[in-house]
């Protein structure tokens, strides 16, 4: 074998470079495999499951495992690896300079009022505590932190008088500015709360396909509504919004919110009326929420894009089983619902983003899930916008014509907007010709889904 293995002591780069870096050398001719991470326990044994003879590091170091099929194309891999990792390194500040050490002396130096912490989940606290006593609103774009921590920092962001958004926040936009995954929407007259990025997602990006636009999005994470969390900050947001002169009306979203909470959020007094997006049984789904949002603007409800592919084994007499392959977390839990039938896993859970990117910027975990699918109905998301995959179509869409071809029925939830650098319709388009039925209604293709399951 021709491999290349080093370890490169504190060398960082983010885990979404690192992993574009992979995907550059793995694209290679006579490339056969690629790791280019950081040397997490995590990212070490993927390393050593794949044959390479790793040494010791440690979390900090840079790790690179490369395999060629020749020493020439092995060569021609470690001088692209260095253009790639040259390319992609951080810049540097100004000469003579010294960057902020911490959030709370960056707040110093900069007229902000709010900070992105993205860091390691068991970091993250420390952070965003700083940019709280700093007098910022923070929004904690990392996943992993204890709900004790979580409920410290937002009772000390109220006494403060500042917004926790998060942790596990993935969804924001502020004043127009989209953080985190973000959709490009156009600005109106609805303010979004939400325990959930892409229930958020789903509900802005269908408002956006029929005209109306938003002020502001705020995310709350997903534990907020939960009986531990309490909706501390959805509280604080609904009433930040009810303050905004330009919110005509408020969008409350939600994963399945514990009930006591999810009453005493509805029973606040606001002057700004609300339409609750919450999921669970016998309420609304996203889309349904999305349209009694259109009619208490008085717009018309449109029909929502979709591309239909016929099933690959119609007439097929025996119910079959219906597998959810999910990038989003509320999407995946809204399928579940609508579906009432399957198997369904949710990729952006944290225990499978531990020394990994979120699914919607990494697909490997999915597509090794869709690959073992053998039989059945397959449903799966695309979630689409700043941040997530600049070009989703061109990774699943071969796996989704290799799934049809052996007799899986493929349905894709198209979550985004014309506005999008992706492309809706130039990504629908494509999934329906790899044979997907494709829809921007999530709720649609999980009907459709099990429709095709014998549901």
């Known amino acids: 074998m021709n491999d290349l293995v080093e370890v490169r002591p504190g060398v960082y780069r983010d885990s979404v470079t690192l992993m574009r870096v992979s995907r550059a050398l793995s694209g290679m001719p006579g490339v056969a495999v690629a790791v280019v991470a950081m040397a997490t326990e995590l990212n070490l044994g993927l390393a050593r499951d794949l044959g390479f003879a790793v040494p010791t590091a440690t979390p900090g170091d840079l790790l690179v495992a490369v395999r060629a099929d020749s020493p020439a194309e092995l060569e021609d891999a470690a001088a692209e690896l260095e253009r790639q990792l040259a390319a992609r390194a951080p810049a540097s500040g100004t000469r003579g300079e010294a960057p902020?050490?911490?959030?709370?002396?960056?707040?110093?130096?900069?007229?902000?009022?709010?900070?992105?912490?993205?860091?390691?989940?068991?970091?993250?606290?420390?952070?965003?505590?700083?940019?709280?006593?700093?007098?910022?609103?923070?929004?904690?774009?990392?996943?992993?932190?204890?709900?004790?921590?979580?409920?410290?920092?937002?009772?000390?962001?109220?006494?403060?008088?500042?917004?926790?958004?998060?942790?596990?926040?993935?969804?924001?936009?502020?004043?127009?500015?989209?953080?985190?995954?973000?959709?490009?929407?156009?600005?109106?007259?609805?303010?979004?709360?939400?325990?959930?990025?892409?229930?958020?997602?789903?509900?802005?990006?269908?408002?956006?396909?029929?005209?109306?636009?938003?002020?502001?999005?705020?995310?709350?994470?997903?534990?907020?509504?939960?009986?531990?969390?309490?909706?501390?900050?959805?509280?604080?947001?609904?009433?930040?919004?009810?303050?905004?002169?330009?919110?005509?009306?408020?969008?409350?979203?939600?994963?399945?919110?514990?009930?006591?909470?999810?009453?005493?959020?509805?029973?606040?007094?606001?002057?700004?009326?609300?339409?609750?997006?919450?999921?669970?049984?016998?309420?609304?789904?996203?889309?349904?929420?999305?349209?009694?949002?259109?009619r208490a603007l008085g717009r018309d409800v449109p029909e929502w894009p979709s591309w239909p592919a016929p099933p690959t084994s119609a007439g097929r007499r025996d119910a079959a089983v219906l597998r959810g392959l999910y990038a989003g977390g509320t999407l995946c839990a809204e399928a579940a619902l609508v579906a009432g039938t399957g198997e369904f896993t949710d990729f952006g859970d944290d225990a499978y983003t531990r020394g990994r990117a979120h699914p919607m910027i990494d697909p490997a975990l999915r597509l090794e899930?869709?690959?073992?699918?053998?039989?059945?109905?397959?449903?799966?998301?695309?979630?689409?916008?700043?941040?997530?995959?600049?070009?989703?179509?061109?990774?699943?869409?071969?796996?989704?014509?290799?799934?049809?071809?052996?007799?899986?029925?493929?349905?894709?939830?198209?979550?985004?907007?014309?506005?999008d650098p992706q492309g809706l319709r130039a990504q629908a388009a494509r999934l329906s010709e790899a044979g997907a039925a494709v829809f921007t209604s999530n709720a649609a293709a999980a009907r459709h889904a099990r429709l095709l399951a014998g549901g």
């Open 100 to 294: 902020p050490r911490t959030t709370r002396s960056a707040a110093r130096a900069f007229e902000a009022s709010l900070a992105l912490v993205s860091v390691p989940g068991e970091h993250a606290f420390a952070e965003a505590l700083d940019a709280v006593e700093a007098g910022l609103s923070v929004m904690i774009f990392s996943d992993n932190m204890p709900v004790e921590q979580e409920i410290l920092l937002k009772d000390r962001a109220r006494a403060r008088g500042v917004l926790v958004m998060g942790p596990d926040c993935g969804t924001a936009v502020v004043g127009g500015a989209g953080l985190g995954f973000a959709n490009v929407l156009r600005p109106g007259p609805v303010g979004v709360v939400a325990a959930s990025g892409t229930g958020a997602q789903q509900v802005t990006s269908l408002l956006d396909l029929a005209g109306v636009g938003v002020s502001h999005v705020l995310g709350v994470g997903g534990r907020d509504l939960s009986a531990e969390v309490g909706g501390r900050s959805a509280v604080q947001a609904l009433r930040a919004l009810d303050e905004d002169p330009a919110t005509e009306l408020i969008v409350l979203v939600s994963k399945p919110p514990a009930p006591e909470v999810a009453r005493a959020v509805r029973d606040l007094d606001l002057a700004t009326p609300v339409v609750a997006a919450l999921l669970g049984p016998g309420q609304d789904d996203l889309t349904t929420a999305a349209e009694k949002v259109l």
């Open 369 to 419: 899930a869709l690959r073992g699918v053998a039989s059945g109905v397959v449903l799966m998301d695309v979630v689409l916008g700043h941040g997530a995959d600049p070009d989703p179509s061109s990774w699943l869409a071969p796996a989704i014509r290799d799934a049809v071809a052996g007799g899986v029925d493929v349905v894709v939830a198209v979550v985004g907007t014309d506005g």
